[in-house]
Each structure stands twice: as structure tokens, then as C-alpha cells.
């Protein structure tokens, strides 16, 4: 069974740094991605960045890009980590922010999120709060 575990949200000023850490568990060695999503009160979920579990190919969103770095730490065959680095952040961040996994998923560096229909996992959000 996958299971995904989102932590790190707090509230922080603008220009301020957070990392989040999903913890995914019962992945398969295959292929599949990892991804940040948030949605903001009153506004649609948002892809924000994904990683490839091989070759670890990662996408940003515009908004983030040069801001967050997405990373993911194997520390056993069981879970896999996976970091959001987000600095420079701004009151427009504030959002929920959720992991999700796609089994046999893509993640390309240039067109995002190479899935069929849904991600197939998602974990709890995690809030993030940026003040002015």
C-alpha cells in the first residue's frame, strides 16, 4: 500500500524559507513521480513541481521556478523522501500544499507531468503561510 506523509507548512515572512518533506512508502522500484501540488482558498489545485523516480528529472511551474528546488532522498527500498525547498517565498505561496505519486508517471523537465487522467496517490496537506 502507497502512503504518502507531507510535513514541514509553518508560517514564515516574505522572503523567508520552508522545506517540506513527503515521505512515501510502498513505492515500487518502476517508474513513477513525485509531486508537490497547493491549492490556495478560493482557487483551483496547482502542480507545483515533480521529480521522476529515474533519472530524477524534475519540473518547476513558473511561478516557483528559481525559487523552490524539488529533491528526493532514497534512504532504504521501502521510502523514499521527497524535499521542497522553498525560498524566497511570497504572500502568493500561502496555500495547502499536498504530495502526490503516479505509478508509471513522468516527469519532464519541460512539459510537467507526463500522467494518465489523476495522480493515483495523495497524502494530507500541509499549510503554508506567508506573511507580508
Known amino acids: 500500500e502507497v502512503q504518502l506523509q507531507a510535513s514541514g507548512g509553518g508560517l514564515v515572512q516574505a522572503g523567508g524559507s520552508l522545506r517540506l518533506s513527503c515521505v512515501a512508502s510502498?513505492?515500487?522500484?518502476?517508474?513513477?513521480?513525485v509531486a508537490w501540488f497547493r491549492q490556495a482558498p478560493g482557487k483551483e489545485r496547482e502542480g507545483v513541481s515533480c521529480i521522476s523516480s529515474k533519472g530524477g528529472s524534475s519540473y518547476y511551474t513558473g511561478s516557483v521556478k528559481g525559487r523552490f528546488t524539488i529533491s528526493s532522498d532514497s534512504a532504504n527500498n521501502t521510502a523514499n523522501t521527497v524535499y521542497l525547498q522553498m525560498n524566497s517565498l511570497k504572500p502568493d505561496d500561502t496555500a495547502v500544499y499536498y504530495c502526490?505519486?503516479?505509478?508509471?508517471?513522468?516527469?519532464?523537465?519541460?512539459?510537467?507531468?507526463?500522467?494518465?487522467?489523476?495522480?493515483?496517490?495523495w497524502g494530507k496537506g500541509t499549510q503554508v503561510t506567508v506573511s507580508s
Open positions: 510502498g513505492l515500487s522500484s518502476g517508474d513513477y513521480l
Open positions: 502526490a505519486a503516479d505509478i508509471g508517471g513522468l516527469c519532464d523537465s519541460d512539459y510537467g507531468f507526463i500522467i494518465s487522467g489523476d495522480m493515483d496517490y
